[in-house]
């Protein structure tokens, strides 16, 4: 009992990151029907400008701040000069652009901060909680209490303000929501912005756990992918649902079955999933017209 | 006269390839025009899929390492010839794309993209495991190629053999798409449902073309491990399968010719690349990225367009 506690632990600690990303995924997805491949170099820029703000010296609060800005002005630049200018191209075209943008992402860290590994002390010291005789890191009481803050503010801004509406009615028909005045290039910067930003924060709260790398995108950014296509592409709950499942089934089956094939389980499961779900647990039924 | 047209491409194709060899100084040029064949062989098969059936894979670089380390595996641990382990390799390949095939292409765009990238994961993570075998992380070393007590060594040698191999790809992909086939995947391209209309098994087509790519990749996986003489799990991770589709779109979607150029461009790039020290993978993104928003069609069909001319099997 106590090591299923254990694994459901750290199961949920990583699938908040996983759904942070989700959820950054959907965003972008939503807006623009673009899937942004960049999307896991926004994680890693998270916990690598904090670990650099940090050594720098510069106090927590203000590092964790400039870890998620700088990533969102990166989405907004990434909007601009790369996806806007290509807006009519191919799935394919559009889906090589931003990995082209994770490339040189990931070559400007790697060429500024090194190929070595980083981390920097938990938020509120690391001396565990022991709750039925498996251990809870205070920094993963973060990580799932700032997701929880963070999927409320989301649900909040979409359903509540006029932003986020602008935002829900571009994405349902994007010519429509022009034609009553919103301004749907900047609900794409905006989009953009927004994602970029969720991404780093799911990295910034994850590095003390984890540890951090110029290479760590890649991956974290895919299971991200596959939260987002778990929970049905395009859909909140979904990618939070999503990212919380994948999280959890990856930590049990490390757990119970192989960790050396911990990376391939979250692809086991989204190929399952899309074989007997193909549009995921809450993908929206839709017919498509001829 | 229109023999001569008809074949034109395929004979400038041949004379390039005859003529290479007396400008080509020494090994290490041999060598990149080895790799260039190899991949545009590859390109070709992935292009039949991407540009003219309209269908992705983010995942072929795992075919490419089935077949890398069957030619590995099969003759070091059971003693199998090296062409029996290909062609069991090309088998397996095959057999792997058979059965994910059908769930899979009831799927669409990007659901398509993820199940293939997954698909592609998995097996890169198998290869990197299952030590006892495949040399994990580090890999290992492959036996030569030997047919009938010849033995094929040396980057000459090798470079008659792709240059052969890549004239039949070339031959073979131009005859498939003016095929009915070929139609066929032509018009599921254009529109699944009007394809459908006419008839068309959609697929039944999409599984064949998924199935013929990953049977050529897994090929040619066998030929990169043999002529290399060792594999590392690399060969079937998820860059691999992103620099294959790079190649095909960079090259020119459904355009034959566009697989040659994105092939041979693609695999000199990184030679070139290599003064500019630590910079390589910016420069290498940020090129990709300038490609693709100048030219999102890819280089052989703007080039057409401007110049007027309009490929043949352009769609």
């Given at each position: 009992m106590s090591q299923f506690l254990q694994f459901l632990f750290s199961g949920i600690t990583v699938g908040a990151t996983y759904a942070l990303a989700a959820l950054g995924f959907t965003l972008i997805y939503n807006a623009s029907n673009v899937i942004n491949f960049a999307q896991g170099e926004f994680i890693m820029l998270g916990g690598m400008l904090a670990f650099f703000f940090m050594q720098s010296g510069v106090p927590l609060p203000l590092a964790i701040l400039l870890a998620i800005a700088i990533p969102a002005v990166v989405g907004m630049l990434l909007e601009k000069l790369a996806i806007e200018p290509a807006r009519d191209a191919d799935v394919v075209t559009l889906i090589i652009i931003t990995i082209g943008a994770s490339l040189v992402i990931r070559g400007l860290i790697q060429i500024w901060l090194g190929k070595g590994a980083h981390t920097y002390p938990a938020f509120s010291g690391s001396e565990p909680f022991l709750i039925g005789g498996a251990t809870l890191l205070p920094q993963s009481l973060w990580v799932l209490g700032i997701t929880a803050l963070v999927v409320v503010a989301l649900w909040y801004f979409f359903s509540r303000t006029l932003a986020g509406k602008a935002i829900l009615a571009t994405s349902c028909n994007p010519l429509a929501a022009q034609l009553v005045g919103i301004n749907t290039q900047w609900v794409l910067l905006i989009s953009f912005a927004l994602s970029a930003a969720l991404g780093a924060i799911g990295g910034v709260l994850l590095t003390p756990i984890t540890l951090t790398s110029y290479d760590v995108g890649i991956m974290l950014g895919l299971k991200g992918f596959v939260a987002a296509v778990v929970g049905g592409l395009g859909s909140g709950l979904g990618a939070v649902v999503g990212g919380l499942l994948v999280g959890i089934i990856e930590a049990m089956a490390a757990g119970y079955i192989s960790s050396a094939y911990k990376d391939a389980i979250p692809f086991v499961l989204i190929l399952f999933i899309l074989f007997f779900m193909p549009r995921g647990i809450f993908g929206a039924k839709i017919t498509e017209r001829v | 006269m229109s023999m001569l047209r008809r074949h034109a491409p395929l004979l400038v194709l041949a004379v390039v390839l005859l003529l290479l060899p007396l400008v080509l100084p020494n090994n290490y040029y041999y060598d990149i025009a080895i790799r260039m064949a190899i991949n545009a062989i590859i390109v070709l098969g992935l292009n039949l899929l991407i540009?003219?059936?309209?269908q992705i894979s983010l995942g072929h670089a795992g075919f490419i390492g089935i077949g890398a380390y069957a030619s590995a595996i099969l003759p070091t641990?059971?003693?199998?010839h090296p062409i029996v382990a290909m062609v069991a390799g090309a088998a397996i390949a095959s057999a792997i794309a058979a059965i994910v095939a059908r769930p899979i292409f009831r799927l669409k765009g990007h659901y398509l993209a993820m199940a293939t990238l997954g698909l592609g994961i998995i097996i890169a993570i198998v290869i990197k495991n299952?030590?006892?075998?495949?040399?994990?992380?580090?890999g290992m070393p492959v036996p030569a190629l030997g047919l009938m007590g010849f033995e094929i060594s040396g980057e000459k040698q090798w470079y008659w053999v792709l240059a052969v191999t890549l004239l039949f790809s070339f031959w073979a992909s131009k005859n498939l798409i003016d095929s009915p086939f070929g139609r066929a995947l032509r018009a599921l391209h254009g529109s699944e449902v009007a394809a459908q209309v006419m008839g068309v098994d959609i697929v039944r087509y999409k599984v064949a073309i998924f199935v013929l790519s990953a049977f050529f990749a897994s090929l040619m996986g066998s030929i990169t491990a043999h002529y290399i003489g060792f594999v590392t799990p690399n060969i079937a991770d998820f860059f691999h399968s992103i620099e294959l589709v790079t190649m095909v779109v960079i090259g020119g979607m459904a355009s034959i010719y566009g697989s040659l150029i994105g092939a041979v461009l693609l695999t000199a790039l990184p030679q070139a690349l290599s003064t500019f020290e630590g910079w390589e993978t910016v420069v290498f993104g940020t090129i990709l990225m300038f490609c693709m928003i100048f030219m999102p069609k890819g280089l052989v069909p703007t080039l057409a367009a401007r110049f007027g001319h309009k490929e043949r099997g352009d769609s």
């Open positions: - | 540009g003219f059936a309209g641990h059971f003693g199998w299952e030590a006892a075998y495949t040399g994990g992380p580090d």
